[in-house]
Structures are given as structure tokens and as C-alpha cells.
């Protein structure tokens, strides 16, 4: 049996599982699971993932979560180059700093702006209050300062010379807000030739090719059923506002 | 020496100093008081602009976040820790950063977010929690321990099989941290109970109750809080949290 890779590509870490298997020539049979139809819960993929979140990986009878788990898994099974996951002690820890540092940090304020800017509004029909939209807003522009002024520093990529798993999973969050209509990269020109480092590192068509769904997102919206979403409103209000 | 910059009241704090004292790994205890608001000090800032802990310095490098902190001491001091802290072996190692990497977020967060509503929410605030706040809070804590029972530890006697990991370590100090105020997480959850028995000997009663000392004081918080020079900053940060 080949490998499986159960994964979304309207969600950031499905796509950055998915470039990398992609870019180092990973073969995979992919697994699509429509998030907004609600397949995470079904009976079957409770049998892969207990967590019933995307991406998940089954390789036999190995099942596996997580975005991070899985493509160091990857890593380490394919041996692919060491770039991606430095073996050097300082570089290594350079890259596990940010992995961790992400989880509560840009990715939380990355998605809660795709939330309320784009699904909550436009799907959901529930108007987002200013001050709430406004916080959101904050906390992401603290978050990309960070990444900036001290993930990055002067450096092409977080970890030093090439890019590495952390770009990865930085770049893929970062283009969320984006899919929602807000261009985190203008007045940011570090940023902005980081990204473009990022791409043609990953390849240029290889990156369009994940992100189509989410920067067709603004579009795809309006002919969105709202009623789809009613399972996941309470839970997603309390979430989000 | 290594230093480790670090508040026992923090549950990241003490995963790193159970570890590196489990471990006999010699370092320098620095300590940041987080309530006063000592990571806001333009001192610490040269040691880390995001103004948390712990952090690590080792000769040059500095390092911050627990879980890159742990991978680190496990790293360098490969001759001396066990394979099983965070062992090599490719399933092993993938069920270890499954956890590691799944905690942030939800146990982690979850467990926080309680500690936070029941001890320095009404002073940073300015007001009373929200019955419903409170009552969200509480079932989000108890789903993340559903789901470490269910999925991360089953029937083992660790969450990586029969003996303890660094996601052992983790996972506890963050159950402990809601603990002193009154909320606990283990009650009617046996399995739980009898695991983290299993923790505390495996890392030493002793260094497991004196770590979590900080957490049984925790009624003078809010005065402290209060009368702190950077309450602001830590307002600002907290209300970002509770955002």
C-alpha cells in the first residue's frame, strides 16, 4: 500500500505536508478531505486520526498527525537533503525554535484573520465587530514583526543560508491572511524577498500549484453554501469572536 | 556554564528544569520573575525580544521555546540521556513530535487559559469572568484530556510506550499548572493519576514537588501583579491571550 496523505489544501499545514513530499519527489496517494464539508468527523478517518484534524499521514499501519510529526517523519524515512532539517546542533535548534514559536503565534493569528475576514463575514453572514477585527489585526502584524525581527534577522532564510522546514511552515501560514485579501507582504520589503527566496527555493510552480485554493478563496466564497457551515458556527464563534 | 532563564511558575519553565535536573545536566538557574514583568526588561530583550521563557543560553547561543530547548539538551548530550527520552527509532521519534507539536495549542492552551480566568483575569481586567468564559474554558481543558487518555497514552504506561519521554514531562506541568486553583485536571481520571505517579518517580519526587512549589502560593498573585512596575506590558499581553 502507498503511502497516504489525507490532506486540505484550503488549510496551511496540509500544504506545507504537501510541498514538501511534492518538492523531494515523495510519492503519495493523496487523500483528499474537504474540511468545510465536515469529513474529519467521519467514522473512517477516526480510525487514522483520533485528533480529527488534517493533515494525517498512514504509511501501513502507521498512522500519524500533526504537520511537523509528519514531515520529519518524511524526512528522516526519505532522507532527504539535510537543508531541510539541519543535523548541526545550532542549526537544528534554530528551526525546532521557530516550529515551536509558530503554533501559538502566526499560525493562531494568520487563520483567525481568514476567519474573520473572509468565511465568518461572507459565509457565515455574521457581521465581525471592528474592535474585534482590529485586535486580530494587531496581533498579526506583531507576529509578522517577529518573524522579521527575529526569526529572520539579516538572514536569507530563518535557519541561515537555505531555506529549511521552518520557511516552509512560516510561508504557508503567512499566505493565509493573503487568501483572504489582505497583503501582509506590501510595506514589508524583507518579507516580501524572503517569499521570494521561499518560492524559488520550493519552485515557483510547485508553490502556485498548493496555494491555488486558497487564493482563489475570496472567489470560491460566493458560491459557498452557508448552510454547510452551521455544524462548525458555535463552535467557530467561540473560537474566533 | 548554560544558563536557563527561568519562572517555576511557568509549566514550560519546569519542563525544562525537571529535564536538565532529571538528567544532571549542570546550568546556572537564572530567574525572571514573569509577574513583575522581568522579560520586559530591556536586558532580556537582548536575550529575547518576544519577552518569554524559558531561554537558554549555551557559551554564544541562545535559544528559546521548551520543546527546541529540550530537542537541544537531548541533542548535545546524546552520550549520557537515554535513547527513550527521545528515541531514534522512526515511529518512536514521529509519536514524540506528534505530541510535542499537538500540546501547544491544545493541552497547553487549554490548561493556560483556566490558570489565567481563575488567578490574574479579574485584575488584569478589571472585571469578573463570565460564568460562560469559565465554563468554555473547563470543557476545552477536559476534551484535551480526553484526548491524551485516548489517544496519546491508551493503555500504555507512557505516552510513548513503557518508559517515560520528554512528552511525558510536557504534558504534566501543564495538568499541574490549573492544580492550585482548584482545578484538577486528574480528578476521576485514574489513568491519569497512576501516570503521572509513574512520572514523579521517574524523574524523582522530591525534584517533581519542588519544581511545582511556585503553583501552591498563587493567592498573592494578583496583589503582585498589580503593584508591578510593567503591569501594563503584561496586561497588554494577556488581554492579547484572552483575545
Known amino acids: 500500500m502507498a503511502l497516504e496523505l489525507y490532506l486540505d489544501l484550503f488549510s496551511q499545514p496540509c500544504r506545507s505536508v504537501y510541498i514538501f513530499a511534492k518538492k523531494n519527489n515523495i510519492s503519495f496517494d493523496f487523500k483528499k478531505l474537504s474540511l468545510l464539508d465536515g469529513e474529519q468527523y467521519g467514522e473512517d478517518f477516526g480510525k487514522i486520526s483520533l485528533i480529527r484534524k488534517a493533515p494525517a499521514l498512514r504509511d501501513g499501519d502507521f498512522c500519524l498527525a500533526e504537520s511537523i510529526a509528519i514531515m520529519l517523519y518524511l524526512a528522516e524515512k526519505f532522507k532527504t537533503p539535510d537543508f531541510w532539517y539541519p543535523a548541526d546542533l545550532q542549526q537544528r535548534a534554530r528551526v525546532n525554535e521557530y516550529l515551536s514559536w509558530q503554533h501559538t503565534a502566526i499560525r493562531m493569528h494568520g487563520s483567525k484573520i481568514f476567519w474573520l475576514r473572509l468565511m465568518i463575514p461572507k459565509v457565515m453572514g455574521v457581521e ?114 | 556554564m548554560m544558563e536557563l532563564y527561568l519562572d517555576l511558575i511557568s509549566p514550560p519553565c519546569r519542563a525544562v528544569f525537571l529535564f536538565a535536573k532529571a538528567l544532571g545536566i549542570p546550568f546556572e538557574f537564572k530567574y525572571v520573575d514573569l509577574i513583575a514583568g522581568q ?148 480528578e476521576g481520571r485514574p489513568k491519569l493519576i497512576a501516570w503521572r505517579g509513574r512520572v514523579k518517580e521517574e524523574l524523582g519526587e522530591e525534584l517533581f514537588d519542588d519544581a511545582h512549589k511556585a503553583l501552591m502560593q498563587l493567592s498573592s498573585l494578583p496583589e503582585k501583579l498589580k503593584s508591578s512596575r510593567e503591569f501594563e506590558k503584561v496586561k497588554l499581553s494577556f488581554q492579547r491571550f484572552f483575545n
Open chain 1, 128 to 241: 465581525v465587530p471592528e474592535d474585534k477585527m482590529n485586535a486580530a489585526l494587531d496581533d498579526l502584524n506583531s507576529s509578522l514583526k517577529l518573524v522579521e525581527e527575529k526569526f529572520l534577522q539579516d538572514r536569507p532564510f530563518i535557519a541561515g543560508d537555505q531555506i529549511s522546514l521552518a520557511d516552509l511552515v512560516a510561508i504557508v501560514e503567512i499566505m493565509q491572511p493573503v487568501g483572504a485579501g489582505l497583503d501582509v507582504f506590501e510595506g514589508r520589503p524583507k518579507l516580501s524577498a524572503w517569499r521570494d527566496r521561499v518560492q524559488e527555493a520550493i519552485g515557483k510552480e510547485l508553490f502556485d500549484e498548493a496555494h491555488q485554493y486558497i487564493l482563489g478563496a475570496q472567489e470560491s466564497v460566493k458560491t459557498m453554501d452557508s448552510n454547510k457551515m452551521q455544524f462548525f458556527k458555535p463552535k467557530i464563534l467561540r473560537l474566533f469572536m
Open chain 2, 39 to 186: 522579560q520586559y526588561s530591556s536586558e532580556f530583550g537582548e536575550l529575547n525580544i518576544v519577552a518569554k521563557i524559558p531561554v537558554m543560553k549555551d557559551g554564544g547561543f541562545t535559544l528559546s521555546e521548551s520543546t527546541a530547548i529540550l530537542k537541544y539538551l537531548v541533542q548535545k548530550y546524546s552520550g549520557s540521556v537515554g535513547d527513550h527520552w527521545f528515541p531514534a527509532g522512526l515511529q518512536q521519534r514521529a509519536r514524540a513530535n506528534e505530541y510535542l507539536s499537538w500540546q501547544h495549542a491544545n493541552l497547553r492552551g487549554h490548561c493556560q487559559k483556566v490558570f489565567l480566568l481563575r488567578t490574574l483575569f479579574p485584575v488584569i481586567m478589571g472585571f469578573e469572568v463570565l460564568e460562560e468564559t469559565m465554563d468554555a474554558a473547563l470543557e476545552n481543558m477536559k476534551q484535551s484530556l480526553n484526548l491524551l487518555e485516548e489517544k496519546f497514552l491508551q493503555n500504555k504506561w507512557f505516552i510513548l510506550g513503557d518508559k517515560i519521554s520528554v512528552a511525558d514531562v510536557v504534558a504534566v506541568v501543564e495538568i499541574m499548572q490549573p492544580l492550585g486553583t482548584g482545578v484538577d485536571g486528574f
